[in-house]
Nanobody
Framework: QVQLVESGGGLIQAGGSLRLSCAAS????????MGWFRQAPGKEREFVAA????????SYADSVKGRFTISRDNAKNTVYLQMNSLKPEDTAVYYC???????????????????WGQGTQVTVSS
């Protein structure tokens, strides 16, 4: 069992930056691939970024590439999402997720993640 708790969301003006954190507890954090997803009102949950167990491999949605950076600190059982140059269309609830499916090193589909956090709201004003 893995428990995930996100933090760092809030209200920010367009062009600003936020860093989201996801603290994990329970089973060995370093054995999990991690991901960030988001869901805006009336829209489906969408992939944002993912990172493999070691942090050496990352993947991003095209909409955030070059603006967002995912990273992890296995010693602190935490994964981060640094969000720069935020846009109003980045407004959503952001979810952290953990996967240990094992058939790949990194995952970008929601069904590949078994453990989810409760989400943190990010609101970007224009």
């Amino acid at each position: 069992q893995v428990q995930l708790v996100e933090s760092g969301g809030g209200l920010i003006q367009a062009g600003g930056s936020l860093r989201l954190s996801c603290a994990a507890s329970g089973r060995s954090f370093s054995s999990f691939a991690m991901g960030w997803f988001r869901q805006a009102p009336g829209k489906e949950r969408e992939f944002v970024a993912a990172i493999n167990w070691s942090g050496r491999s990352t993947s991003y949605a095209d909409s955030v590439k070059g603006r967002f950076t995912i990273s992890r600190d296995n010693a602190k059982n935490t994964v981060y999402l640094q969000m720069n140059s935020l846009k109003p269309e980045d407004t959503a609830v952001y979810y952290c997720a953990a996967s240990n499916i094992g058939y790949s090193d990194i995952y970008s589909r929601a069904y590949e993640y078994y453990y989810w956090g409760q989400g943190t709201q990010v609101t970007v004003s224009s």
